[in-house]
């Protein structure tokens, strides 16, 4: 996500914003200190957290709220603010075609 260098030659491609989705943490895996599942609408994915727990996986429980990106764990949020953050991004999301898809993908389960 970002801006690239041929991105100032065409300001109309500079528009491009990366969105966190806010996930509850169900279950910290064992054996992976660096792995949870989290939950987004109902759907559980495998995400890595490695970026807002230590090295001995400690710095998030179950039942908290993390901001998604790219199946990374961004950093820890309170439910207020995952609730009030979801609300937002399917208000942007609207009639949009390519969010409802881009959100399916996300939300759409993981083959056994």
């Known amino acids: 996500c970002g801006l690239t260098d041929n991105d100032a030659d065409h300001p109309e491609s500079s528009h ?3 969105v966190g989705v806010p996930a ?13 599942v989290v939950e987004v609408s109902g759907v559980r ?3 890595d957290i490695s970026l ?6 400690v710095g998030l429980a179950v039942g908290e709220w993390v901001l ?4 990374f764990a961004m950093s820890v949020i309170d439910e207020e603010d995952a609730r009030r953050t979801m609300e937002l991004l399917i208000l942007l999301g609207g009639e949009n075609e390519d969010f ?5 993908l996300f939300s759409a389960p993981l083959p056994n």
Do not use: K, Y
């Open 68 to 71: 998604l990106h790219v199946g």
């Open 52 to 57: 807002i727990v230590d090295e001995d996986g």
């Open 24 to 36: 509850q943490v169900v279950e910290l895996l064992p054996g992976r200190t660096r792995q949870a």
């Open 100 to 104: 409802a898809d881009d959100f399916a």
């Open 45 to 47: 994915r495998n995400v």
């Open 16 to 18: 491009a914003m990366c």
